[in-house]
């Protein structure tokens, strides 16, 4: 607008707005000019506290009951960030007032309609009104006198790209005072504020612009569609600007969603995703239901992960009731096909309004997916596309996922998960919650008290091949310590995002591997792991006497470690198998990496220092060789233990197999080989005994009654000691 103002001079621009930061705009717009329009208000006395008050909730509660118990007549309209603290506070208030006079009703964007009108519902009552900021510039109370305000407001705050933290911060002044003016809409009023006029006078003058709190993949994807080059689109004169790292980070999650060409530049389903006029996530969703035949299920996933309601309404007093009927609509393991289910299922009922209050769920929440829905398929219907259908389950899972697989995540502790290289959870109200998948996708990921992943949908691990954009999987190579489960060995490391999608012992090295594996070399020289190489303890040696000569000097250390890599990748060239790249001669020259003048000035602490290593590794061949001889007689102790249990017949009882495993494998530490024989001895002294008088009672029962007494049929022998007959009648009638 700025720039066609520039050359339009018959253009008049005009900005309005409520909380408006009237000089910011005015001198972006080269010093317009600012007209104040005041509105009808009447006057409103604002009241402090001394201090903010460490608890909120209780301070809120203790002024309505002092407004309460005081002369001053008027409802109370009391400010809290979120729905937890508005049901916390309408408990304590509740408590302290009588139910006969005063009404206490919370008001929140996620209530039920009808719920929501109770608070304009005027029954002789004085009205206590608990809100989120739904009530600061959507609508007017009639009646309201008394404003109690928190200070506080929640807002999503950016992380980064694929993180959003929902955090209860300070309103901005501003927003202070247009709270404010709710009580001076019909009448005098109060404001109780529970902070002090220095803390009001140094909050933020407004709000930060949403710009600056949210992802900018779709507003990136529709400037880039507009022609823009994405270093044009950084160098934009906006009015609050955002980072470059933000517009970095919505430039990758794009080219991870297949929006872009190899040159940056939008690409046919880039441009379609623009069309939809929805996040990239969902548009990419949207196109893998058309190639998998199930668009019309994606397109209602699609719109019910747009809305901006809940599905789902837990009146006050009835949570656990609308819980229960809330299950009847769960589809296990996926909360998007969950909200589809809910969909389907109101539309069967032509949309009934009652319905919903029975069941406890949002008409305003369906009608605006209904809404969104007719919406994406106009846009589809536009390109024409067909709208296809399917009751295939796994292809609509499937396409979901493929949408959402940005968002991937991997358990990694009894309820923790793997997001992105750091620790989130599932939701308390996911489908997925007590299910613990290994794997799952999420719409977002929003940290309150916790990192919480939202919009679950759990996924297989055979789907990763088909579904994950195999140019954005990261392969890393691993040499394997001497305790690990394959020792001494080359492995290859798959993620994706920071989630560990698996290993595999490379067998055969490609080219485009080598500098990979020399990183992997690297790592083992600079680093303190045992040597398995030939080279390793001789470049030890260099990697020492270098850092001897440079000291802390870090630019020379990670100097020295490029051309390390450049020397080992250059030797490794032809070696494709892990036994031939033992072989190479990887040896490194100090002279490689320092000048004759650094070797003459550090000649005598380089001497020192290598008289210091070889006392040191004589030391350290000796403890080995001392590890070695506990380690054979450990081994020794191992197949004792292991032929006594298969004497014994109980090689493959209970743990026995996994203690024997790890005993072989962790010979070393005693406790591992102490472990198993216990084990062995507990099953032969405690065990043993029972099993053989089993066996004895079995034989003789079977000597007594070699057939079934009801039919002469034989006895099923492939359940174990069991008497069960091979004929089709009621076993039970045998104890009969």
């Given at each position: 607008?700025k720039?066609v103002a520039?050359h339009?001079?018959?253009?008049?621009?005009v900005?309005?707005?409520a909380t408006i930061d009237?000089?910011?705009f005015s001198?972006?717009?080269?010093n317009?000019?600012i007209?104040?329009?005041?509105?009808?208000?009447f006057?409103?006395?604002?009241r402090?506290?001394?201090?903010s008050?460490?608890?909120?909730?209780?301070?809120?509660?203790?002024?309505?009951?002092?407004?309460?118990?005081?002369?001053e007549?008027g409802?109370?309209?009391v400010f809290?960030?979120d729905?937890?603290s508005?049901?916390?506070?309408v408990?304590?208030i509740?408590?302290k007032?009588n139910?006969?006079?005063?009404?206490v009703?919370?008001l929140?964007?996620a209530?039920a309609?009808?719920?929501?009108a109770?608070?304009?519902?005027?029954?002789?009552?004085?009205r206590?009104?608990?809100?989120?900021?739904?009530a600061?510039?959507?609508l007017?109370?009639?009646?309201?006198?008394?404003?109690?305000?928190?200070?506080?407001?929640?807002a999503m705050?950016?992380?980064d790209?694929?993180?959003s933290?929902?955090?209860?911060?300070e309103?901005?002044?501003?927003?202070?005072?247009q709270?404010?003016g709710r009580a001076?809409r019909?009448?005098d009023?109060?404001?109780?504020?529970?902070?002090?006029?220095?803390?009001?006078?140094?909050?933020?003058?407004f709000?930060e612009?949403?710009?600056?709190?949210?992802?900018?993949?779709?507003?990136l994807l529709r400037?880039l569609c507009?022609g823009?080059?994405?270093?044009?689109?950084?160098s934009?004169?906006l009015?609050?600007?955002p980072?470059q790292?933000?517009?970095?980070?919505?430039?990758a999650?794009?080219?991870t969603?297949g929006?872009l060409?190899?040159?940056?530049?939008v690409?046919?389903?880039g441009?379609?995703m623009?069309k939809?006029q929805?996040e990239?996530?969902i548009g990419?969703?949207i196109?893998?239901?058309?190639?998998?035949?199930?668009l019309?299920e994606?397109?209602?996933?699609?719109a019910?992960?747009?809305?901006?309601r809940p599905?789902?309404?837990?009146?006050?007093?009835?949570?656990?009731?609308?819980?229960?009927?809330?299950?009847?609509?769960?589809?296990a393991?996926?909360d998007?096909l969950?909200?589809?289910?809910?969909?389907?299922?109101?539309v069967a009922?032509d949309r009934?309004?009652?319905?919903?209050?029975?069941?406890?769920v949002s008409?305003?929440?369906?009608?605006q997916?209904?809404?969104?829905?007719k919406?994406f398929?106009?846009a589809?219907?536009r390109?024409?596309v067909e709208i296809?259908s399917?009751l295939?389950?796994l292809?609509?899972k499937?396409?979901?996922a493929?949408?959402?697989?940005?968002?991937?995540a991997?358990?990694a502790?009894r309820f923790?998960y793997?997001?992105?290289?750091r620790e989130t959870?599932?939701?308390?109200?996911s489908?997925?919650f007590?299910?613990?998948p290994?794997?799952?996708?999420?719409?977002?990921?929003v940290?309150t008290?916790?990192?919480?992943?939202?919009g679950?949908?759990m996924?297989?691990?055979?789907?990763?091949?088909?579904?994950?954009?195999?140019h954005?999987?990261?392969?890393?190579l691993?040499i394997?310590?001497a305790?690990?489960?394959?020792?001494?060995?080359?492995?290859a490391?798959v993620?994706w995002q920071?989630v560990?999608?698996?290993?595999?012992?490379v067998?055969?090295?490609?080219e485009?591997e080598i500098?990979?594996?020399?990183?992997?070399?690297?790592?083992?020289?600079?680093?303190?792991?045992?040597p398995?190489h030939?080279?390793?303890?001789h470049?030890?040696?260099?990697?020492?006497?270098f850092?001897t000569?440079?000291?802390?000097?870090?630019?020379?250390?990670?100097?020295m470690?490029?051309?390390?890599?450049v020397q080992?990748t250059?030797?490794l060239?032809?070696?494709?198998?892990w036994?031939k790249?033992?072989?190479?001669?990887?040896?490194?020259?100090?002279?490689d990496?320092?000048?004759?003048?650094?070797?003459?000035?550090n000649?005598?602490?380089?001497?020192r220092?290598?008289?210091?290593?070889?006392?040191r590794e004589?030391?350290?061949?000796?403890q080995?060789?001392?590890r070695?001889q506990r380690?054979?007689?450990?081994?020794?102790?191992?197949?004792?233990?292991?032929?006594?249990?298969?004497?014994?017949g109980?090689?493959?009882?209970?743990?026995i197999p996994?203690?024997?495993?790890?005993a072989e494998r962790?010979s070393?530490?005693?406790?591992?080989v102490?472990?198993?024989?216990d084990?062995?001895?507990k099953?032969e002294?405690e065990?043993l005994?029972?099993v053989?008088?089993t066996?004895e009672?079995?034989a003789?029962?079977?000597?007594?009654?070699?057939?079934c007494?009801?039919?002469?049929?034989?006895?099923?022998?492939e359940h174990?000691?069991?008497?069960?007959c091979?004929?089709?009648?009621?076993?039970?009638?045998l104890?009969?």
């Open positions: 607008v720039v520039a339009r001079s018959d253009l008049k621009i900005v309005m707005s009237t000089h910011k001198q972006y717009f080269g317009a000019p007209l104040e329009v005041p509105g009808r208000v006057p409103v006395e604002v402090y506290a001394s201090e008050p460490s608890d909120y909730m209780k301070a809120a509660a203790r002024k309505v009951e002092e407004i309460l118990n005081a002369s007549p409802d109370i309209l809290m960030p729905q937890e508005i049901m916390r506070a408990g304590m509740e408590d007032s139910p006969d006079k005063v009404s009703l919370p929140f964007g209530q309609p009808e719920d929501q109770k608070v304009f519902d005027r029954n002789g009552k004085r206590v009104i608990v809100a989120t900021n739904i600061e510039t959507s007017t109370i009639e009646g309201v006198r008394h404003i109690v305000d928190t200070g506080l407001i929640k705050c950016y992380v790209a694929s993180m933290a929902l955090q209860v911060t309103h901005s002044r501003a927003g202070c005072d709270r404010k001076g019909t009448q009023g109060i404001c109780h504020r529970l902070y002090s006029k220095w803390e009001y006078d140094q909050r933020t003058g709000t612009p949403e710009i600056n709190r949210m992802a900018l993949d779709q507003v400037l507009m823009l080059e994405f270093d044009d689109v950084v934009l004169d009015l609050d600007k980072s790292k933000k517009w970095e980070d919505a430039h999650r794009l080219n969603l929006a060409k190899e040159n940056g530049s690409n046919s389903d441009k379609r623009n939809l929805v990239p996530m990419r969703m196109l893998e239901g058309e190639k998998h035949g199930c019309s994606v397109v209602t996933v699609a019910a992960l747009s809305a901006t599905v789902f309404t837990r009146p006050k007093g009835k949570e656990d009731m609308a819980d229960a009927r809330h299950q009847a609509f769960y589809v393991g996926s998007p969950t909200s589809m289910n809910v969909w389907q299922r109101w009922r009934d309004r009652r319905w919903c209050r029975d069941n406890f008409s305003k929440a369906l009608s997916i209904d809404r969104m829905r919406q398929i106009r589809l219907e390109d024409r296809a399917s295939d389950q292809k609509l499937k396409a979901v493929s949408g959402l697989i940005v968002n991937l991997k358990k502790g923790s793997v997001w992105n290289g959870f599932i939701f308390p109200g489908v997925l007590r299910l613990n290994e794997m799952l996708v999420c719409t977002r990921v940290s008290k916790k990192p919480y992943m939202r679950c949908h996924i297989e691990e055979k789907w990763l091949a088909e579904i994950l954009p195999s954005m999987v990261e392969r890393t691993k394997t310590g305790y690990d489960t394959h020792p001494n060995t080359l492995v490391e993620s920071g560990n999608l698996g290993s595999s012992i067998m055969h090295i490609r485009d500098s990979l594996l020399a990183n992997a070399l690297v790592e083992r020289v600079v680093g303190y792991s045992e398995i030939s080279s390793d303890v470049n030890k040696s260099v990697a020492s006497e850092n000569i440079v000291g802390w000097n870090m630019a020379r250390k990670e100097a470690r490029a051309q390390m890599v080992f250059a030797r060239k032809g070696a494709d198998t036994p790249v033992l072989e190479v001669d990887l040896k490194l020259d100090l002279s990496f320092v000048t004759e003048e650094e070797l003459e000035q000649a005598e602490r380089l001497e220092d290598r008289v210091l290593r070889q006392q004589i030391r350290e061949a000796e080995q060789r001392v070695e380690k054979a007689t450990a081994r020794e102790a191992v197949d004792r233990i292991t032929q006594k249990a298969k004497d014994l109980i090689e493959n009882y209970g743990s996994r203690l024997r495993d790890y962790n070393i530490f005693d406790w591992s102490t472990e198993y024989r084990a062995v001895r099953v002294r065990v005994p029972k053989r008088a066996e009672i079995y003789r029962v079977l000597e007594l009654m070699p057939i007494p009801l039919c002469g049929g034989d006895w099923d022998k174990g000691q069991v008497f069960i091979q004929a089709e009648h009621n076993a039970k009638r104890i009969a």
